[in-house]
């Protein structure tokens, strides 16, 4: 019979307590969270491809520090132009990067930033226009180092 001091259970409480509170931060996000995220804000209507440039680099070697852009192709006028773009990754623990509202004023829908990439993985990219339809762009990041905590 093994006998445990009272530090030893101190330790192991602390240990159990700091594994659930961790464990579902570290969970990644895969295709099917990203389907839920883009579900989630609408609904099941079908997103299209095409007007979507969204650039980013085939091979990251850091995931640190993955910069990409994104340029949807509308005249930006009044009656048409992009009302939000949003960026999901497959493989980061939370499916949305980053979103972007846009409006006429703008003169362009074009954004650019830099995303930490857990894994290898898709990016996709939504936009959403003014007359409601949405538009899809995928592309896939070999990452060599990981930069969410790999």
């Known amino acids: 019979m093994t006998s445990f001091s009272r530090r030893d ?34 609904g099941d209507k079908k997103a299209d491809a095409g007007k979507i440039k969204l650039d980013v680099p085939q091979i990251a070697e850091n995931g640190l520090v993955v910069p990409f852009t994104v340029d949807v192709d509308s005249p930006m006028t009044a009656g048409d132009f992009v009302k939000a773009v949003h960026v999901f990754a497959e493989g980061n623990p939370s499916a949305g990067v980053l979103s972007y509202r846009f409006s006429a004023e703008c003169g362009k829908a074009s954004a650019s930033a830099r995303m930490r990439l857990a894994q290898t993985q898709n990016i996709i990219c939504i936009a959403e226009m003014s007359d409601g339809k949405l538009f899809s762009a995928k592309s896939e990041v070999k990452v060599t180092i990981g930069g969410c905590g790999g």
């Open 9 to 42: 259970a101190v330790l192991l409480g602390s240990a159990a307590t700091m594994a659930a509170v961790l464990a579902p931060h570290m969970a990644l996000a895969d295709a099917k969270a990203v389907e839920d995220e883009i579900k989630k804000l609408y």
